[in-house]
């Protein structure tokens, strides 16, 4: 069983532009969770999404956004970026049946410069 | 409101030591409990879970962690570790019946295995 799979696993992009990350969740799973690892900051929550709608999201400006496609999928959107937004983002997928046990991809490094 | 915390942010061991990284929660409400691992560069993978029924749960890679309710403790053990054990790792509680975006994860604690 493949896992959740995540495209790119870099990105450069400098202030001021948007970055779309893309995650694929474990197949059968329809919750994909959004995370934000900066260094020194542990994780923290982005976005929530099950079954094609926005469930919940963290404490981010609105710049930060998303959406999940029929398959599933879901995409991260920051626009106008800042030096802060470097970080790992890291994608999660889980079953309707067992929300909280959440499986991980391997990341998108995301470098603003 | 829960919270975690991981009471040691780094762990040195020598290899085939056994080793004991320790997580306390706190939350009104009942939850699950999770260990997750983050190797150098990687995203996080599922050492164990702890849902209900047996307080030792045993994970991957011959760790296993033990539910102590009273003390609202969820420590992890390996009896001997590798090299390859290198990484760190996060201690994290959901509450029961919602949904996984209240999950809350420890600050991690980076285990570090010398020769």
């Known amino acids: 069983e493949a896992g959740v799979t995540q495209s790119p696993t870099h990105l450069i992009k400098t202030r001021g532009q948007q970055a779309t990350l893309r995650c694929s969740p474990i197949?059968?799973?329809?919750?994909v969770y959004w995370y934000q690892q900066a260094l020194g900051l542990g994780l923290q929550f982005l976005l929530w999404?099950?079954?094609?709608?926005?469930?919940n999201r963290g404490n981010f400006p609105p710049r930060f956004s998303g959406r999940q496609f029929p398959n599933y999928s879901s995409e991260l959107n920051v626009n106008a970026l800042e030096l802060e937004d470097s970080a790992l983002y890291l994608c999660?997928?889980?079953?309707?049946?067992?929300?909280?046990?959440?499986?991980f991809g391997p990341g998108t490094r995301l470098l603003v410069l | 409101a829960q919270s975690v915390t991981q009471l040691d942010s780094q762990v040195p061991v020598f290899e085939e030591a056994p080793v004991e990284l320790r997580c306390n929660y706190s939350?009104?409400?009942?939850?699950?409990l999770f260990w997750y691992v983050q190797y150098p560069n990687q995203g996080l993978q599922l050492l164990l879970k702890?849902?209900?029924?047996?307080?030792l749960v045993k994970g991957i890679n011959g760790f296993e962690a033990e539910f102590n309710k009273s003390q609202t403790s969820f420590h992890l053990r390996k009896p001997s570790v590798h090299i390859s054990d290198t990484a760190e790792y996060f201690c994290?509680?959901?509450?029961?019946?919602?949904?996984?975006?209240?999950?809350?994860f420890g600050a991690g604690t980076r285990l570090f295995v010398k020769a």
């Open positions: 999660a997928s889980s079953s309707a049946g067992m929300r909280q046990t959440q499986y």
């Open positions: 197949s059968g799973h329809t919750s």
């Open positions: 999404y099950d079954e094609g709608e926005e469930r």
């Open positions: 939350s009104s409400v009942s939850v699950y």
């Open positions: 702890y849902l209900s029924g047996s307080t």
């Open positions: 994290a509680v959901s509450p029961l019946n919602t949904g996984g975006f209240k999950t809350i």
